[in-house]
């Protein structure tokens, strides 16, 4: 790895950093906790949010359509990264291939995986950090929510 | 064509007018005619919305995402249609497959094509009515904001 390929790891890190107090701050409220964030081309954080299916009743809140929408009206995506801290489903990776999102960083593709390899495919810039914290956090709520968890992916 | 696909046929036209008077409502309000509905396999309407992006500043209110987002929290989409007036975008293609809806009616897929061969190829029941007012509605209307509609398809 060489300083470049470090320095985008350690700002990739730090952007999953965002995602994961997105994550935790629903698991407060009683959520499920997947959280996510969007960045701009210069690092600038668009928007945030986890998602919201418990809190608000609200099925079409996943973390990364949270984050989106928090961003409001961008004339392009181009150059921005979705950070999150779980393999998007097809539901939130639809969302990254429709608006041209440049690349996508994730926590973890562990407990789930989703379309980021069909993304890959389609010209997304992937990166999956295996992340511990992000691992673990999930797995603990699925194991004590099943139901939950089946009813968020639709499974 | 024999009497249950008839019946099927004059079903979904039934189902599209509700998609068409959300698109129609969507115009009235400014907004981008495109309208959505999700029905039960038993024919209950379960939510029904149109895009809301320039209304509600809402990037993510496609008008699939919409209709999906009024039905509420559902324990399963097995055997649920969602109608729309518009071939769906790979962002409520995701939704759709993510999800489980068994079946895509679309009003037309001429003034833009989405994912909807790549549902069907995974198994989507998908049935396009290349219904004369829905393309004269969206096509218009791309015709007189073409920008706005770049920025909702993300190009």
């Given at each position: 790895?060489?300083?470049?390929?470090?320095?985008?790891?350690?700002?990739?890190?730090?952007?999953?950093?965002?995602?994961?107090?997105e994550a935790?701050a629903g698991?407060?409220e009683?959520g499920i906790?997947i959280g996510a964030?969007?960045?701009?081309?210069?690092?600038?954080?668009?928007g945030r949010g986890h998602n919201r299916r418990v809190q608000d009743d609200d099925p079409s809140m996943h973390a990364e359509t949270a984050a989106f929408r928090a961003a409001?009206?961008?004339?392009?995506?181009?150059?921005?990264?979705?950070?999150t801290?779980?393999?998007?489903c097809?539901y939130c990776?639809?969302l990254?291939?429709?608006?041209?999102?440049?690349?996508?960083?994730?926590?973890?593709?562990?407990?789930?995986?989703?379309?980021?390899?069909?993304?890959?495919?389609?010209?997304?810039?992937?990166?999956?950090?295996?992340?511990?914290?992000?691992?673990?956090?999930?797995?603990?709520?699925?194991?004590?929510?099943?139901?939950?968890?089946?009813e968020d992916?639709?499974?």
């Open positions: 790895m060489d300083r470049t390929e470090r320095q985008d790891l350690a700002r990739a890190r730090g952007w999953l950093a965002t995602a994961v107090a935790r698991l407060a009683g906790p964030a969007l960045y701009g081309p210069d690092g600038t954080l668009l409001g009206r961008q004339r392009t995506y181009r150059g921005t990264t979705m950070v801290t779980l393999s998007p097809w990776s639809g990254v291939r429709q608006f041209g999102i440049s690349r996508v960083v994730i926590g973890e593709a562990v407990t789930f995986r989703g379309g980021h390899d069909w993304l890959a495919a389609h010209g997304v810039e992937i990166l999956v950090l295996d992340d511990p914290e992000c691992i673990g956090l999930l797995r603990a709520f699925v194991e004590d929510h099943p139901a939950l968890w089946n992916i639709g499974e």
